[in-house]
């Protein structure tokens, strides 16, 4: 999450503007309960676990892609895209996996829910910032070139037992 400094007091605040304890990014001093969260259009949960994680080029891949958002003006305000990293989805043989969360809600695409992408350790910053923006515009990610997606199974796949 990104630090604010404000010169005149020289104390760190969150993006919520709250002041944050020493040696935190992010914990607010107070807390306040009843203070919302962040919005949010899009949430993008990455696996971190074992073996996604080892694909990654980089452990840092969360913060990579939060720097590219900034970089392309998606880290705040009402097209925020915001990056969650995650245990194990059970779905290691697509190797390196996301899934999307569209705050429909408020301003997210339906169509773009719930989309569980795959090998995206093979992702380049370009590719990022080409799915960053088409999530931003409410672009079909169905209708992009090389997003490849994991198959969803319909319940009646499986036996009753």
């Given at each position: 999450m990104e630090n604010n400094q404000t010169p005149k007091d020289d104390k760190t605040y969150n993006l919520m503007g709250s002041e944050v304890v020493d040696g935190f990014v992010c914990k607010p001093k107070v807390l306040d309960p009843e203070k919302p969260i962040?919005?949010?259009k899009t949430q993008i949960f990455l696996c971190h676990d074992e073996?996604?994680?080892k694909a990654h080029k980089t452990d840092l891949l969360s913060d990579d892609l939060r720097d590219i958002l900034k970089e392309v003006n998606l880290a705040r305000g009402e097209n925020r895209i915001k990056i969650s990293r995650t245990g194990c989805f059970g779905a290691c043989r697509f190797r390196?996996?996301?899934n999307l969360y569209?705050?429909?809600r408020v301003n997210g695409h339906p169509k773009n829910n719930n989309l569980w992408?795959?090998?995206i350790h093979k992702y380049s910053k370009e590719k990022w910032?080409?799915?960053?923006q088409a999530l931003a515009e409410n672009k079909d990610i169905d209708d992009l070139?090389?997003?490849k997606q994991i198959p969803l199974?319909?319940?009646k796949e499986y036996p009753n037992g």
């Open positions: 962040m919005h949010f073996r996604c994680k390196s996996v996301a569209e705050n429909t992408l795959r090998n910032i080409e799915l960053f070139v090389d997003f199974s319909e319940i």
